[in-house]
């Protein structure tokens, strides 16, 4: 038998019953996992999402004092990330990805996403220093704020960040003054009125404007139809409008080869109605027919990559019960009206600010209920408690009416001290989160369920 035992960041192998190979192939391997905490990076695991969440779960003691032990936190699974690149890669591999990171700018994130080459969609001057300083060269990043403050457009020309945008005269003229390296991309207007997040409210130069705007080193065209996006032809549209814009410009002597389709897409969880694989369907091949090879295209996804790849975990800190009548007739109404109000460790002004600002909708789980794990398939055995108890409303822990996650939901009978998890959480929740009412922002414990991430950091 092989006798190995593990010892923080090494193993303790017995030479005489391991061959060396395999002894050289074990340090090797915890040589990879640990070189991300030498370097001052979280500890990365290698253990499924479930494992993760049980086993921190297990690590503190429900009765015991320690109170940052029972706060809401997250697992990240950036292996999940990384099969999002390689499914885009395979689907739209003419496109370049520059991600949104305002998105969820997690260290961890960003360093796999600089570690994989992918671009960056920077919106400020501390977006941009944070690339900056991963050592990413700055011809991977696109400035992407049509209209920016001038000390960062400074900032830009400073630090040789040249790609940015701008969608009007007034935001060319302050470029012209402040970087007068910079390469433009002009923004324009499209039809953002199926989405959800309709970016052209403040965004995008009308058609009828953009002669007028080309001047200085306009080098192409950009767009966004908006995030949440619930028709894949609004991709194509847009393209038929970027092209015109070229066509136009070709007119006053520029010969565009740049062209950046924005961002909207959706996250893997999207498996009906508006998915990636129907947005590339139409995106992709449009812009073939269009555009010649020799134009480059980007674009700027921000949740298709981290949506999914984010489980947060919440405790339920209080009950309190609406309806506690056992009368049938009381019981079979149940359903119209939440019979209990659930309070958990985090709420709209923390992570579920994006069911006020993404207009996302946050289904809670049983994580852990009367000290049983009940995480995925487990959690379908708990399906018949629930009947008896009708629906419960799910509250944040602030003093602030309207921090209400959810306002019916499905549960069993809880009690304070049991836990709730929220899938697909990896998407403008923790990056816009507070701290009202002195709440502590939730944690992130990462792991990866695809090992070739490992050797990324």
Known sequence: MIDISFQRNQFEVVPTLVPQTLARALKSRIKVLSAGTARGLPKLHTLPVSQMLETHLSSFD???EDAEAENAFYIADLGEVYCQHLRWKALLPRIEPFFAMKCNPDPMVMRLMASLGIGFDCASKNEIQQVL????????IIFANP???????????TNKVRMM???????????????????????????????????GLKFGAPLDTTRALLQLDVIGVSFHVGSGCFDANAYGEAVVRARRVFDEAKEYGYDF???????????????????????????GPTIDALFEPEVR????????????????ATQVIARRTIRSNNNADVQKDASKDPSHMYYINDGVYGSFNCTMFDHQVCEPRVLLRNGEFAYRDKQLLLLGDAIPHGYASVWGPTCDSIDCITSKAYLPLLEAGDWLYFDNMGAYTITAASQFNGFKKSKVLYTTTEDKVTYFF
């Open 62 to 64: 429900p009765i015991g």
């Open 133 to 140: 300083d991963m050592n990413v060269n700055p011809s991977r």
């Open 147 to 157: 209209c920016k403050q001038d000390s960062f457009v400074k900032y830009a020309y």
């Open 165 to 199: 945008t701008f969608d009007n005269t007034e935001e060319l003229h302050k470029i012209k003054r402040s970087h007068p390296e910079a390469q433009l991309v002009l923004r324009i207007l499209t039809d953002d009125s199926k989405s959800l997040c309709k970016l």
């Open 257 to 283: 080869k740049f062209l950046d389709v924005g961002g909207g897409f959706p996250s893997s969880n999207v498996t009906e109605g508006i998915t990636f694989e129907k947005i590339a369907k139409i995106l």
């Open 297 to 312: 295209v980007i674009a700027e996804p921000g949740r298709y990559y981290v949506g999914s790849a984010f489980t947060l």
